[in-house]
């Protein structure tokens, strides 16, 4: 059973075109919820961590959210940089992180 | 924050043969982690290690597998018997100097048995 289902799978945006991504969890006792950027051939890179429902945290084009049962990943006006695979993960009791199969985000010219 | 470096970055091995990965702090962080990631699958847990010491370690993480800090700054990850399966990209993280858990990741190591 998964505990991270991320959605959609891959996402084709224009340039400029805002969207959001969804993450959705089922684990208790959620120590927290983490989103990365991973680029192919790369390590996964570190962009936020929010803890409680109703956090909210923002990096340039990116703002992220916290439900009880789901975190967005929203992206403003995106450029081709943005072009990556955003991998949403989250850790229980302890520090292991449980992730989920990633977003393929590509934003076109 | 600087993450962590990996050696080497690409490692082609037979079946059966062993192979050790290193994962070199860039300062002396006590908590770390081994995860891998097969081609187009999500990333998996291996093991955490804290102060020297396996602290969690996941079903994967099974007795082809150890860890060490053999001289207190690498820290090692070997696969005594390499199996086809275990073709995948292996990543080194260490948690943030804060505490809160997040975990910064190296470039990783790109093992591929032949």
């Known amino acids: 059973e998964d505990q991270v289902t991320q959605s959609p799978e891959a996402l084709r945006l224009q340039e400029g075109e805002s969207s959001s991504l969804n993450c959705s969890y089922t684990v208790s006792g959620l120590r927290g919820l983490f989103w990365y950027r991973q680029d192919p051939g790369k390590g996964p890179e570190f962009l936020f961590t929010?803890?409680?429902?109703?956090e909210e945290k923002e990096k340039e084009r990116l703002k992220a959210t916290l439900t009880k049962k789901e975190s967005f990943l929203h992206i403003t006006a995106p450029k081709p940089e943005d072009s990556a695979t955003y991998l949403c993960?989250?850790?229980?009791?302890?520090?292991?992180?449980?992730w989920g199969a990633g977003t393929k985000l590509i934003i076109k010219p | 924050e600087p993450e962590v470096t990996q050696t080497p970055s690409h490692q082609v091995t037979q079946m059966g043969q062993e192979v050790i990965l290193r994962c070199v702090p860039i300062?002396?962080?006590?908590?770390f982690y081994w995860y891998r990631q097969i081609l187009g699958q999500k990333v998996e847990f291996l093991v955490s290690f804290y102060n020297n010491e396996i602290s969690e370690k996941s079903e994967i993480f099974d007795d082809q597998f150890s860890v060490e800090r053999p001289d207190g700054s690498n820290f090692t990850l070997k696969i005594r018997s390499t199996k086809l399966e275990d073709s995948a990209m292996y990543f080194c993280?260490?948690?943030?100097?804060?505490?809160?858990?997040?975990?910064?990741f190296g470039p990783g190591t790109r093992l591929t048995v032949l």
């Open positions: 993280a260490r948690t943030g100097t804060g505490g809160r858990g997040e975990q910064f």
């Open positions: 929010l803890y409680s429902a109703g």
């Open positions: 993960a989250v850790q229980e009791g302890n520090y292991q992180l449980i």
């Open positions: 300062s002396n962080h006590l908590y």
